[in-house]
């Protein structure tokens, strides 16, 4: 019995043991007043680039979705912009002037304007960088210096636009004057032949006149009658009836000359009348529907 009795104690103080061993390992550690305090570790704050500079998807129209690249600028290349004091999306003129006006303000500073130099040189080689790739798109359609093509206007619609400029309908005053001093001195030419180179002169220098007058305000007068105003030449509508009478004048001559080599006048009528007949029917013409002031736009 005795030595039953001790095996049982013998065990038992061995399953004790087992027990507060285990119970040790598990129970947490004990605090005490000099112990260090465990805090937890906050994490290191990060610079992030915002978002607004990031590349983002952006859903396009109709269902489908388009991707947006936005310039991306890191935290260097923002310091560049901040240092010139301008936007990231600043244009070349905006970003020039910044630096020219603080070349002017800094000038005394020989570090600030050093960081300014490089602030500059580092922003235009970023831009040439993002044109070159693709990645920076003009904001112009189309460049100011590129030379356009010429659109070139078909002949007959500039031709239809100059006589539609240069005819006009005459008032009743008008084509009384022509009628009345043309015809008349027409009229002399064949009741007297003799007078028909003098009577042609006076034609052709009315009918130049007119056709130059044509389509401008009538000319003041005074109290007697007289012209009040002496206006300048104008020398391209000058030219142009110069021109049109000189082609009515020569055009004249060549159908009377015409029709005398062909023997087709009779004996009793001469050249110069049937000559000053031709011209001066076309100086009438001329002087009631044509004009040439309209033509050249002052």
């Not at 400029?165 to 008349?184: D, T």
Request: aromatic share 8%; net charge positive.
């Amino acid at each position: 019995e005795g030595a039953a009795c001790r095996v049982m104690l013998s065990s038992l103080s061995c399953s004790l043991l087992l027990y507060s061993t285990a119970a040790l390992r598990l129970a947490p550690p004990a605090t005490t007043l000099g112990a260090a305090r465990v805090t937890p570790r906050m994490p290191a704050p990060s610079m992030s680039v915002p978002s607004v500079l990031k590349p983002r998807l952006v859903a396009g129209s109709g269902g489908t979705r388009n991707v947006r690249v936005v310039m991306i600028a890191d935290e260097e290349e923002i310091g560049w912009y901040r240092t010139l004091g301008v936007s990231e999306d600043a244009t070349y003129e905006q970003i020039t002037d910044a630096y020219i006006e603080l070349s002017e303000s800094y000038a005394a500073d020989p570090k600030r304007m050093a960081a300014i130099d490089v602030a500059k040189e580092k922003i235009l080689d970023a831009r040439l960088r993002q044109r070159m790739s693709g990645a920076l798109r003009p904001t112009l359609d189309e460049s100011p210096f590129e030379v356009k093509p010429i659109q070139r206007t078909p002949i007959w619609e500039v031709v239809g636009t100059v006589i539609r400029k240069m005819l006009r309908l005459p008032s009743r005053k008008e084509a009384g004057q022509v009628l009345f001093i043309l015809g008349g001195l027409l009229l002399t030419t064949w009741i007297s032949p003799r007078s028909a180179g003098t009577c042609l002169l006076i034609n052709t220098l009315s009918g130049f006149g007119y056709v130059y007058n044509n389509g401008t305000p009538e000319v003041p007068k005074d109290d007697f009658g007289q012209i009040g105003e002496i206006r300048p030449m104008k020398p391209k509508p000058m030219l142009l009836a110069g021109a049109i009478t000189a082609a009515i004048w020569f055009s004249g001559y060549y159908q009377a000359r015409r029709l005398v080599e062909l023997m087709l006048l009779p004996k009793w009528l001469p050249e110069l009348v049937l000559r000053t007949t031709y011209i001066t029917g076309g100086l009438i013409v001329a002087s009631l529907f044509l004009k040439v002031h309209d033509v050249f736009e002052y």
